[in-house]
């Protein structure tokens, strides 16, 4: 039961429904229902590793808030009894312990994730040093249970809030459960933070007629990205990069092109059919997408590509490594040497680079992903200790920041920076990836677009190229409709009067039937983050 | 606040009345199987009620052997060929079950082709789409789909919009189809009550059978079915026959055929061992060596006849009306024999289906689509587009030619 099969949307209809008619107070048993039935029919031999992680993160989580409260109480208790130092001292042992308790969480549960994700990667690496002395790391032939990095973030985020006490724990664990595996979300996110979700998914609110029309509005633009662009896009790229020396440069740098958009139409798509199915329920999930490829720098491009990930990651790894001891340590010997400037922009550019290995290595255990991190931790280190340099040169030419073609400058330079990155994405390890590269600028032949075998190449007929290309122009006037106002487009749409709203939707919905790749014969695509 | 409601919930049924009513136009618009199992599919349904005498079943045997005007202005009798290409002998009783809904036929006439098809040949889902994407929905329909048809395919099936959206990527198909419809429903009712040809002697597209086709253990567990379900009816006159076919069955599958049939309480009559006494010339009368060519129709469909009108007490008697109509069809098959025979003669060897307008405007025209047709495949080289289907051009079918215990 994937998110674009039929079943899936009678599931969530179903559901709606029994949500619907039981009373307000129970209406969290409902969602909780349906997420563990959900995740039974499409994962059940794995089920126990999400409880597993909703267990140790839930009672890791009473037990953590428990020791925090006894310490602040204590503390309290022994005001005007204690010394300064012994204060400390004790102020010393909590922060340790509590430390201790919430790695312990951490550890346990990202290292399910990361021995399930890794585990095989080096076996297979292992095997073959050893296999000249005759050793052998057996595969286990490993599988990622549904949706594990996503529920795995998701609940460490939680840990790391009670720890920095920023909520109290929740006492109910089925309640705690239903934050951890919310079905329209189990799959690809988005990551939600506990305070946004949690309170959401348990007010049972009314299915709403506003929330309704909104939220099957999404839902089917969600399917249009899918299976109209990105659905129709992915056999072309899968085979032009599993086989790139057999094609031209051209046809790599279009699969690479291709591939930008099947992605961003895959994952969106995705995201956009999580978060209608939820706006249904009356639950708003945090968006994931802010038209990406509108982005002047890489730095945006990250603040709206993603954006979940990217504000766990910013919340709970870049910033404590960057306010570490050692960061700060680091900045203070900079400043001693080099002055403010350096000291404050290295250690936030070196945290930035650990964020985005993080980042790859997330994606999968294989170099190309490291150095996909590598890549885009790079530039915005780079980009942030030469920033100074750049204003100057920009002064120099006297070219106007503001200015629209400067605009349009940087967001063609900032897609080139992210095109070069994708090229670790498709590539099948690293060094494909740096032939594909070499081949797409070296074997070039802009002349072979006008020949007919050029489409047979890419495996898209004329009519499928010009069928994309419209649905590109739709996307694109969404995207800029949606850039220039505060509200979104499906907000107005709503606001208009039921002919307005009927046509948009029939549009929008017979085009999907249509021109949709579905149906027999067709082989139906994951959604690409999925098997992250 | 139910002033709201109610608003609403009118609102919502008028979109989604409205959201049924273009999904069936766009079905309409994209749907496409062979032109030829559509017009005699839709046909059929076009017919007076209780106006035909005989009801005939089978593959494309009988659509291109048989031909019910001529057997109407010869015997008297009215009979129609619910007749479709490759179709399995498992829907024969479905097909039979339509055919009485409409008509109450003095005669069922069964061709028995249906029942040599192996499992690969059913496996084919043109085969199957054939006559469930044509017959009409309705109870009988759904049932089918439900008892024949896998459960992960059937909602394609229900839902066709789900199996044909992607014929907007072949639009010149989709207009020859609709060009052909055009021509079809021209007319209160089918001219030649389900027809199809192809002008040769010897045609370059050949489906010749190397072996002789056998029962298989489908093709028995279906006959009895078949007969099964006759009798279930109570129907006393039920013929099945075997229409020529050059490579002939054996005399055991004949014997067993024989025996499954009158054990069952009806008649048997095999065609194929009588050619010599019909008058079938193999080296003239068959367009292929599975179908007789205009010249062995008319031979065949007059040995028939007069079979019929010796063995069954068939009455002729119909209303004056019933009668014009008939003696119209008949004029008009019997114009078209006349020119489908010179074109036999000059080996011209195309297609033709019972909606072709022979004159030579309709042949011009038919030539201008086929090249518009041709156009836009070049355009969109698509390797995976199916066999055309649009006029008839891959007449007899697409899945006989593809069927691999006649091919081989």
């Known amino acids: ?532 | 606040m139910k002033g709201i409601y109610k608003k609403r919930i009118l609102k919502i049924t008028a979109l989604l009345i409205v959201m049924v009513l273009i999904a069936f136009i766009c079905e309409s618009l994209l749907i496409r199987t062979t032109s030829a199992a559509e017009a005699h599919i839709k046909n059929f349904y076009r017919e007076p009620k209780n106006s035909l005498d005989v009801a005939v079943i089978g593959c494309s045997e009988m659509y291109a052997d048989y031909s019910p005007p001529i057997a109407y202005r010869n015997f008297g009798f009215t009979s129609y060929n619910l007749a479709v290409e490759g179709v399995p002998g498992h829907f024969f009783n479905s097909m039979l079950d339509e055919f009485l809904s409409r008509q109450d036929p003095q005669l069922v006439v069964f061709e028995v082709n249906g029942f040599f098809y192996t499992e690969k040949h059913i496996a084919i889902e043109g085969n199957n789409r054939r006559w469930l994407d044509n017959m009409k929905r309705n109870a009988n329909w759904a049932e089918l789909i439900h008892d024949t048809i896998a459960k992960e395919d059937q909602f394609d099936y229900y839902v066709r919009l789900s199996k044909y959206h992607s014929n907007w990527e072949r639009p010149e198909g989709q207009l020859a189809r609709m060009y052909s419809m055009y021509l079809n429903y021209k007319g209160e009712v089918s001219k030649m009550k389900s027809f199809g040809t192809r002008t040769s002697c010897n045609s370059k597209k050949k489906v010749n059978r190397k072996k002789p086709p056998q029962l298989t253990d489908y093709g028995r567990e279906y006959l009895q079915a078949t007969i099964d379900h006759c009798r279930e009816l109570g129907l006393e006159n039920v013929l099945f026959i075997r229409e020529p076919h050059k490579a002939k069955i054996s005399a055991e599958t004949d014997a067993e055929l024989e025996k499954m049939i009158t054990d069952g309480g009806y008649k048997y009559l095999n065609l194929e061992a009588m050619s010599d006494e019909i008058g079938i010339d193999e080296s003239t009368d068959y367009y292929n060596g599975d179908h007789l060519n205009v010249f062995g129709n008319e031979k065949a469909t007059l040995y028939l006849g007069k079979y019929i009108m010796e063995n069954y007490d068939i009455s002729t008697e119909h209303t004056e009306e019933i009668n014009k109509l008939w003696d119209d069809c008949a004029d008009y098959t019997e114009e078209a024999f006349s020119i489908l025979k010179e074109r036999t003669l000059a080996n011209e060897d195309k297609v033709y289906s019972e909606f072709n307008d022979l004159s030579e405007k309709g042949s011009a025209l038919r030539e201008k689509y086929h090249k518009i047709k041709k156009q836009g495949k070049d355009e969109n080289f698509d390797e995976h587009e199916p066999p055309e289907f649009g006029d008839g051009e891959d007449f007899p079918t697409e899945c006989e030619d593809k069927a691999p215990d006649k091919k081989e």
């Open chain 1, 1 to 532: 039961m994937t998110y674009t099969s039929l079943n899936y949307l009678l599931y969530a209809a179903v559901c709606l429904l029994v949500y619907g008619v039981t009373p307000k107070k129970y209406r969290w048993w409902v969602l909780l229902a349906a997420s563990m039935g959900f995740y039974a029919i499409v994962c059940l031999k794995y089920i126990g590793f999400i409880i597993l992680t909703a267990a140790t993160t839930y009672f890791g989580g009473i037990k953590l808030e428990k020791y925090i409260t006894d310490s602040d109480a204590y503390i309290k208790s022994q005001k005007g009894k204690w010394s300064k130092e012994e204060k400390s001292a004790y102020k010393d042992k909590v922060t340790r312990n509590k430390k201790r308790i919430c790695a312990a969480v951490l550890v346990f549960n990202f290292g399910i994730l990361c021995f399930l994700k890794y585990y095989n990667f080096f076996a297979d690496s292992l095997t073959s040093v050893l296999k000249h002395f005759g050793g052998k790391v057996p595969n286990l032939g490993l599988f990622l249970p549904l949706g594990i990095s996503f529920y795995t973030f998701q609940s460490m985020g939680y840990i790391i809030d009670i720890y920095r006490k920023k909520y109290t724990a929740e006492r109910n664990f089925f309640k705690f459960l239903l934050f951890v595996s919310f079905f329209p979300q189990i799959v690809q996110g988005p990551i939600a933070f506990y305070s946004d979700l949690a309170h959401q998914l348990y007010a049972g609110e009314d299915v709403r007629f506003e929330n309704f029309k909104q939220g099957v509005l999404l839902v089917t633009w969600g399917f249009f990205k899918k299976l109209v662009i990105a659905d129709r896009l992915v056999t072309t790229v899968t085979t032009i990069s599993g086989d790139h020396k057999s094609y031209s440069g051209t046809a790599i740098l279009s699969a690479a092109l291709i591939y930008a958009l099947q992605l961003y139409a895959d994952f969106s798509g995705g995201i956009d059919i999580s978060r209608g199915i939820a706006q249904l329920f009356g639950i708003n999930m945090a968006e994931n997408f802010k038209r990406p490829y509108f982005s002047k720098d890489i730095s945006e491009y990250w603040h709206r590509w993603h954006i979940t990930l990217g504000g766990w990651l910013r919340e709970y790894l870049f910033y404590p490594v960057a306010m570490s001891k050692p960061f700060q340590k680091m900045g203070k010997a900079l400043k001693a040497k080099f002055g403010m400037k350096i000291s404050k922009v290295v250690p936030v550019s070196i945290a930035s680079l650990i964020t985005f290995i993080v980042v790859g290595i997330w994606h999968g255990a294989n170099w190309k992903y490291v150095a996909f991190g590598v890549w885009n931790g790079g530039i915005i280190m780079i980009s942030t200790l030469l920033e100074d340099n750049f204003t100057g040169w920009k002064n120099k030419l006297h070219i106007k920041e503001n200015s629209k073609p400067f605009a349009l400058f940087q967001m063609f330079r900032t897609f080139l920076i992210v095109l070069v990155g994708y090229y670790f994405d498709i590539a099948p390890n690293f060094k494909s990836a740096m032939s594909m590269m070499y081949l797409s600028v070296a074997d070039l032949h802009i002349s072979e677009l006008a020949g007919r075998e050029f489409y047979k190449t890419i495996l898209l007929s004329k009519r499928e190229i010009a069928l994309v290309l419209a649905a590109m122009l739709v996307l694109f006037i969404v995207s800029l409709k949606q850039e220039r106002s505060q509200t979104t487009l499906r907000e107005q749409i709503c606001k208009k009067n039921f002919v307005v709203q009927s046509l948009v939707f029939i549009v929008l919905f017979f085009s999907v039937v249509i021109f949709g790749v579905y149906g027999p014969g067709t082989d139906p695509a994951d959604f690409y983050y999925m098997q992250f």
